[in-house]
């Protein structure tokens, strides 16, 4: 079996018009349908929801339910809020100056632009809580292939030490041995 692609990933949302409108209109991404169901196909469970479908670009699409006979949806208590996000590449610095300058416009507090080495991120909140970023690759191929090359040993050291690994700095500052 090989994987081809990410048909859609899909989380929860307090209410499926804010968050269409959101990801639409902030983020550029197409709403492209909605099912809708009193009971869940899989299960056979009365739940009725709103399942919509957004474009988040080379055929990846992003999904919301919205579940309104559920508890209110809270976060994971044990995982910080950084930890679980939904990263999200643009082209250019440019793109992720101005996608940054729209969502404070609109309103978004926005964390960055955070240099991670081989890319740039920033960091904000959808209406429902999620934590996303948005993140600009940069240097070209020659940073991700470094990283590619360690990926291996960097796994096997932080499992025997959990301590960020001696890979870590020289992948970040892009300064090989240090």
């Given at each position: 079996m090989k994987i081809t692609r990410i048909h859609h990933v899909a989380y929860r949302c307090n209410d499926a018009r804010e968050t269409?409108?959101?990801y639409r209109d902030l983020l550029g991404?197409?709403?492209q349908l909605a099912f809708a169901e009193d009971r869940v196909p899989s299960t056979g469970e009365h739940d009725p929801y709103l399942h919509v479908f957004?474009?988040?670009g080379m055929g990846n699409v992003l999904a919301f339910f919205e579940l309104p006979h559920q508890a209110p949806m809270g976060r994971?208590?044990?995982?910080?809020?950084w930890v679980q996000h939904i990263a999200f590449e643009v082209e250019s610095p440019d793109a992720l100056a101005a996608a940054k300058a729209r969502l404070e416009?609109?309103?978004h507090e926005v964390l960055g632009p955070?240099?991670?080495g081989i890319f740039d991120s920033v960091y904000f909140f959808d209406p429902n809580g999620h934590r996303l970023e948005l993140a600009c690759n940069?240097?070209?191929d020659a940073p991700r292939e470094r990283a590619r090359a360690v990926a291996e040993d960097m796994l096997a050291e932080w499992t025997r030490t959990k301590r960020a690994p001696r890979h870590a700095r020289w992948l970040h500052d892009g300064v090989e041995g240090s």
């Amino acid at each position: 079996m090989k994987i081809t692609r990410i048909h859609h990933v899909a989380y929860r949302c307090n209410d499926a018009r804010e968050t269409v409108d959101f990801y639409r209109d902030l983020l550029g991404m197409e709403f492209q349908l909605a099912f809708a169901e009193d009971r869940v196909p899989s299960t056979g469970e009365h739940d009725p929801y709103l399942h919509v479908f957004l474009d988040a670009g080379m055929g990846n699409v992003l999904a919301f339910f919205e579940l309104p006979h559920q508890a209110p949806m809270g976060r994971d208590p044990n995982t910080p809020p950084w930890v679980q996000h939904i990263a999200f590449e643009v082209e250019s610095p440019d793109a992720l100056a101005a996608a940054k300058a729209r969502l404070e416009a609109a309103g978004h507090e926005v964390l960055g632009p955070v240099d991670h080495g081989i890319f740039d991120s920033v960091y904000f909140f959808d209406p429902n809580g999620h934590r996303l970023e948005l993140a600009c690759n940069k240097g070209g191929d020659a940073p991700r292939e470094r990283a590619r090359a360690v990926a291996e040993d960097m796994l096997a050291e932080w499992t025997r030490t959990k301590r960020a690994p001696r890979h870590a700095r020289w992948l970040h500052d892009g300064v090989e041995g240090s």
